[in-house]
C-alpha cells in the first residue's frame, strides 16, 4: 500500500483552541501557560497527547511514567508539543469483579478525551490486558493519529533453577498442592520468583499477546512487543515513538489507514503462529467493529486454522518473552509469515512503511524459542471456532495449549451453575466426577459474571489430580487468562445468562467434542432442549443502577467482541463547540 501524506505545513486541529487572538483563543492559552509553557509552543506545532494508563493499582503499568517521560523527550526532539494526561486504568490482577468489564469503560474515557481536547495526535501508553484494547478502540473511534508503546514483559522468574512464567505457574502450582505433589511453604517461596520486575506477564499471555497484536496490526513501531520492560531499549523504543508520532500528525496517518481488513488478517495469523491469547479473539472483534471492517470468529478459524505455532513460549511451550526479544522478537515471526505467504506484504504501519518492509531483514537468532516450520509446536495453531447445538454462535478453543488425546471426546457433563457452586463443591470427595467427564460452569459470560472473568480453566477436582490426570474438558461461558493451558472450550454463545442452550445443560447429559470437524454437540433430544429453554428463567436479576446496569443492558455478546452497541464504528474528531 502507498500512503500519500497530506500536505503540510497546515492547520492543525489543537489551533482550533490555540491559533487566534480572540477571548476563546487567549482562555485556552494562557490557562496552559500556568505550567510554564513558552508561548511559542501554541506557534501552530502539533499537540500530541500521552495518554497514559500509569496506575499504582494497575502493577504492570506501574514504571510507565519513566516511559512517558521518555516519549515527551521524543516528542519535543521532532517539534511537538507533548501533553501528558491520564485514564482509566484496567488492572487485570486486581479489578474486581472483572478487568473486562471495564474496558469498554476505558475506551469510552480514552475516546471522549481526544475528542474534547486540543490535540492532534496520540502515543497510547498501554501493558496490562485490558489497556492495549481499550486505547486502541477508543482511538480508532476518533482517528486521531495514534500509535501505541507498550511497557513491555518482566524479566524471566526462576525457581530452583526452572523458569517462573507468570501466571503459568501459578496455575501450575496449585494444581500442584491439590494433587499432594508441592508444599504450601513452597509455594509461597514460588512467589517471591513469579515477579521479579516492572513489566506485564512474561509468558505469551494477554499482555504480550496484545502487544504483539498491535505491531502486527501496524500500530506500533517494528520490535515493540518483545522488549522486556527493564531493557534500555524499551526506553529508546518509547522515544522514537514520541518522534515518530509528530511525523505521523504531519502526514495526516490516521489509524484508519492502518486498521484495515488486511492488517486484522496479518494479526489473526499472527496470533496462530505466537500460540497466542484466546483473548486476542475478543478484543480484535471489538476493535474491528470501532474500525468499520467485517471481522466475524469464522475469519479466526479459516485464516487461523492451517498456521503452524513457532513460538515456543509458555502456556504452550518452554520459554519466556525475555527469550523471544532475545530470538528476535515478534519480527522474526511476521518475516516467516511473509516468507510462507501468509502476510499482506503491503499492509501500512505507523511507520509509512509495509508491513514487509519492517520485517525483511529480521533475523532467527535462536531455533529453539522460535522455530522453523518443520519442528513447530503444533501444526494447525490458530485458534479453533467451535458451532453445534450448544453454541450456535461459536466458542474458542486454543489447539496449542490443549490435550492431543482430548481433542475427540464424549464424556458425562458435570455441571457448576455459577463460579461459586464450582468453589463450594469442586474439592468434596464425594463430588460424582472423573477424568472422563466434561466440566461445565454456567453464568460467567459478560452479562453473566458479569464482565467475563478469567475463570473459564477450571482447576480440576484433586481426587482426579492425585491420578496423575493433568487435563480434562472445561467448558464455559468465560474468559481464561492468556498465560493458562488445557483443553479448556470458552467464550460459548450465547451465553448461559441470556438463556443460551449452555443454561440448560444438566449434569448427566452427554456432550461430544469433535474439534478437527469444529463441533461441540449437546447430546440431548432437539425437542427436549426446546422444552428446557422455554422453561428457562434467568439466574440473577439484572443490575440496578451505576456501571454496572449501563453495562448489563448495553454490552454484546462474546461472538462480535463483547463492546458496548452503542459504540460500534467510527465516530471522528469533529472539534466540539466552544463553550466560552
Known amino acids: 500500500m502507498t500512503f500519500q501524506p497530506a500536505p503540510w505545513p497546515r492547520r492543525l486541529r489543537s489551533q482550533e483552541w490555540y491559533g487566534g487572538d480572540s477571548r476563546d483563543h487567549i482562555y485556552h492559552r ?31 503499568n506501574a514504571h510507565l511514567r519513566d516511559l512517558a517521560q521518555r516519549v515527551k523527550n521524543g516528542i519535543y526532539e521532532a517539534g511537538g508539543l507533548p501533553l501528558e494526561f ?24 480514552v475516546e471522549e478525551a481526544l475528542r474534547a481536547n486540543p490535540l492532534d495526535g496520540v502515543v497510547l501508553m ?10 486502541l478502540m477508543g482511538a480508532a473511534s476518533v482517528d486521531l493519529p495514534a500509535i501505541v508503546v507498550t511497557g513491555g514483559p518482566m524479566l524471566n522468574g526462576w525457581f530452583r533453577g526452572e523458569r517462573v512464567g507468570s501466571g503459568t505457574a501459578l496455575w501450575q502450582m496449585s494444581e500442584a498442592i491439590k494433587a499432594g505433589e508441592m508444599s504450601r511453604e513452597d509455594f509461597l517461596e514460588a512467589e517471591q520468583a513469579m515477579s521479579r520486575s516492572p ?33 534500555s531499549r524499551r526506553r ?34 499472527c496470533n496462530g503462529a505466537i500460540g497466542g491469547s484466546t483473548n486476542a479473539v475478543i478484543h480484535l472483534l471489538a476493535l474491528a467493529g470501532r474500525a468499520g471492517v467485517d471481522l466475524t470468529l469464522d475469519d479466526w478459524d479459516r485464516l487461523g486454522r492451517d498456521i503452524p505455532t513457532i513460538v515456543n513460549l509458555m502456556p504452550s511451550g518452554d520459554y519466556l518473552m525475555e527469550e523471544f526479544f532475545y530470538a528476535g522478537g515478534l519480527p522474526v515471526v511476521l518475516k516467516r509469515l511473509g516468507e510462507a505467504g501468509l502476510l499482506h506484504r503491503d499492509a501500512l ?13 529480521a533475523r532467527n537468532w535462536n531455533e529453539e524459542v522460535i522455530r522453523p516450520v518443520e519442528r513447530a509446536l503444533t501444526a494447525s495453531g490458530g485458534i479453533a471456532v467451535l458451532n453445534g447445538n450448544l453454541a450456535p454462535k461459536g466458542a474458542v478453543l486454543k489447539p496449542s495449549a490443549a490435550s492431543p488425546h482430548l481433542m475427540t471426546h464424549r464424556g458425562r457433563a458435570v455441571v457448576f451453575e455459577d463460579i461459586d457452586d464450582y468453589k463450594a463443591r469442586i ?101 427436549e432442549l426446546q422444552a428446557r429453554l422455554a422453561a428457562w428463567t434467568p439466574a440473577a436479576p439484572a443490575p440496578s443502577g451505576g456501571y454496572a446496569q449501563l453495562f448489563h443492558t448495553h454490552v454484546e455478546g462474546a461472538d462480535t467482541g463483547a463492546d458496548f452497541d452503542f459504540l460500534r464504528g467510527r465516530r471522528g474528531k469533529e472539534v466540539p463547540r466552544d463553550s466560552h
Open 30 to 60: 494562557s490557562w496552559m501557560k500556568n505550567q510554564g509553557l513558552p508561548a511559542d509552543l501554541f506557534d501552530g506545532r502539533p499537540v500530541i497527547g500521552i495518554c497514559n494508563t500509569w496506575s499504582e493499582l494497575t502493577p504492570c
Open 199 to 231: 513489566g506485564s506477564c512474561n509468558t505469551m499471555g494477554t499482555a504480550s499477546t496484545m502487544a504483539s497484536m498491535a505491531e502486527a496490526l501496524g500500530m506500533a513501531l517494528s520490535g515493540n512487543a518483545a522488549i522486556p520492560a527493564v531493557d
Open 427 to 527: 474439592e468434596d470427595e464425594d463430588l460424582d466426577i472423573d477424568e472422563t467427564c466434561v466440566m461445565v460452569l454456567k453464568n460467567c459470560g459478560p452479562k453473566g459474571y458479569p464482565g467475563m472473568a478469567e475463570v473459564g480453566n477450571m482447576g480440576l477436582p484433586p481426587k482426579v489430580l492425585r491420578k496423575g490426570i493433568k487435563d480434562m474438558i472445561r467448558i464455559s461461558d468465560a474468559r481464561m487468562s492468556g498465560t493458562a493451558y488445557g483443553t479448556v472450550i470458552l467464550h460459548v454463545s450465547p451465553e448461559a445468562a441470556v438463556g443460551g442452550p449452555l443454561a440448560v445443560v444438566r449434569s448427566g447429559d452427554m456432550i461430544e467434542l469433535d474439534v478437527a470437524a469444529r463441533r461441540l454437540h449437546l447430546d440431548v433430544p432437539e425437542a
Open 126 to 135: 498501554v501493558g496490562c490486558d485490558k489497556t492495549t484494547p481499550a486505547l
Open 349 to 361: 504501519t505507523v511507520s509509512g512503511e509495509s508491513a514487509w518492509e519492517q520485517v525483511k531483514d
Open 236 to 269: 529508546v523504543m518509547a522515544q522514537l515513538t514520541g518522534r515518530r508520532i509528530v511525523q505521523m500528525v504531519k502526514d495526516d496517518l490516521k489509524p484508519s489507514d492502518v486498521l484495515t481488513r488486511e492488517a486484522f488478517e496479518n494479526a489473526i495469523r
Open 86 to 109: 491520564p485514564v482509566f486504568s484496567t488492572g487485570e490482577s486486581s479489578l474486581r469483579p472483572s478487568a473486562m468489564m471495564y474496558r469498554n469503560l476505558a475506551a469510552m474515557d
